[in-house]
C-alpha cells in the first residue's frame, strides 16, 4: 500500500481527507508529475480491493508549493455536495505561514482587489475598478514567533488566486521561501512555508459538523512552531 495512508487526517464512505507534501502536485498538470489524486485512487483502490477504475474527486486545490489539508470525495453526490460547500463558502480553511517581517498590526483584516497574470501565473494588487480585478479578502494575526520568523494564522474570506502570497507580500511579509512574491532566497525543496492547517465543514451527508488540522511539515523550521498551535 503507498504512503498515502500515514497522511490521511480522516476518511469514511463519502470523503477522504489527506495532509498534502510541500511541493507535492495535487493535480495532474503539464509536468507530468505523480499527482496526489492519482496517489488517493491508488489507495483506494488497494485498501478496498477494488476492480478497475476507482473513483476520487478532488474538492478543492492548494499551490504545489504549499502544504496542508487536501479534501477529496469518494463518491459522485458527495463531490457535487461538496462543490457547492466550496462555491457558497460555506468550506472554512485557516492557513499557517511563516514570514520574516512582523507585520504592520498584530492582527488585521486585509481587503485588496487582484488580477492575475495568466502568463506569469501570478497575482498583483491594482486599483479598484481595474478591468478584471476581484476583490480579495482575509484576516491574520501573529500567533508565533522565533528568532527569525514570525508564524502568522490566516482566515481567508475569499479564494482568489494565490491570494494570500499576493496580500501578505503586500504588507510587506513575504512568505518564506516565496521567490515569486518577493522573499529573497528560496527554500531547499522548492516549497513555500504556507500550510493549510484547518478545515471546517458540515459533512456532506451526515451533516455533522467535521473539523479537521493538519500536522505541521517536518521541515525546518516548522517544528519549532508546534508549541504554538
Known sequence: MNTIADRILYEDNHLVIVNKLP??????????????????????????????????????????????????????????????????????????????????????VLEDFIVKNEQQNKSYIVPEGTKEAKLAKLSYRVVGKSDN?????????????????????????????DLKYGYPRSNPDASICLHAYRIAFEHPVQKTQLEIKAPLPKTAPWPFFEQFL
Do not use: W
Request: some cysteine; overall charge positive; proline content about 4%.
Open 23 to 108: 511541493s507535492e502536485i495535487v493535480q495532474g498538470d503539464k509536468t507530468g508529475d505523480v499527482c496526489l489524486l492519482d496517489d488517493v485512487k491508488e489507495y483506494i483502490k488497494e485498501k478496498y480491493d477494488k476492480p478497475g477504475n476507482v473513483f476520487a474527486g478532488l474538492v478543492h486545490r492548494i499551490d504545489r508549493p504549499v502544504s496542508g489539508a487536501v479534501v477529496f470525495a469518494k463518491t459522485s453526490k458527495a463531490l457535487s455536495r461538496m462543490t457547492v460547500k466550496v462555491k457558497d463558502r460555506d468550506f472554512h480553511k485557516t492557513y499557517l505561514a511563516l514570514v520574516k517581517n512582523h507585520p504592520p498590526k498584530e492582527a488585521d
Open 149 to 177: 520568523f514570525y508564524m502568522l494564522e490566516v482566515e481567508l474570506f475569499t479564494g482568489r488566486h494565490h491570494q494570500i502570497r499576493c496580500q501578505l507580500a503586500h504588507i510587506g511579509c513575504p512568505i518564506k521561501g
